[in-house]
Nanobody, 125 residues
Framework: QVQLVESGGGLVQTGGSLGLSCAAS????????MGWFRQAPGKEREFVAA????????GYTDSVKGRFTISRDNAKNTVYLQMNSLKPEDTAVYYC??????????????????WGRGTQVTVSS
């Protein structure tokens, strides 16, 4: 069973930056499509970014394009989310997720198999 553990959340001012990490264990990380989702209070979980096995294919929700970057290091079994120019609307719990049956996981959270417990990101105005 694959386990995912996020780190790097915290409190930052508008316009600041944060980097999230997600360490995976218990599986063959290089064959797991990875992604990040987030959930704000009172809202549904939403797609943020996804990355393919090799890292060559990435995708982002429109609201974070140009500000967030997803990457992975298969040698370290870790996926990252670099968040720049943060806005108060980015405030949410951020979840790392993995999918085992495809090269690229996509935007539908119901298709992912593995989930971390989440890390809080708070952007103050």
């Amino acid at each position: 069973q694959v386990q995912l553990v996020e780190s790097g959340g915290g409190l930052v001012q508008t316009g600041g930056s944060l980097g999230l990490s997600c360490a995976a264990s218990g599986g063959t990380f290089s064959t797991i499509a990875m992604g990040w989702f987030r959930q704000a209070p009172g809202k549904e979980r939403e797609f943020v970014a996804a990355i393919s096995w090799s890292g060559r294919t990435t995708g982002y929700t429109d609201s974070v394009k140009g500000r967030f970057t997803i990457s992975r290091d298969n040698a370290k079994n870790t996926v990252y989310l670099q968040m720049n120019s943060l806005k108060p609307e980015d405030t949410a719990v951020y979840y790392c997720t993995g999918r085992r049956d495809t090269n690229y996981g996509g935007t539908d959270y119901s298709q992912y198999h593995y989930w971390g417990r989440g890390t809080q990101v708070t952007v103050s105005s």
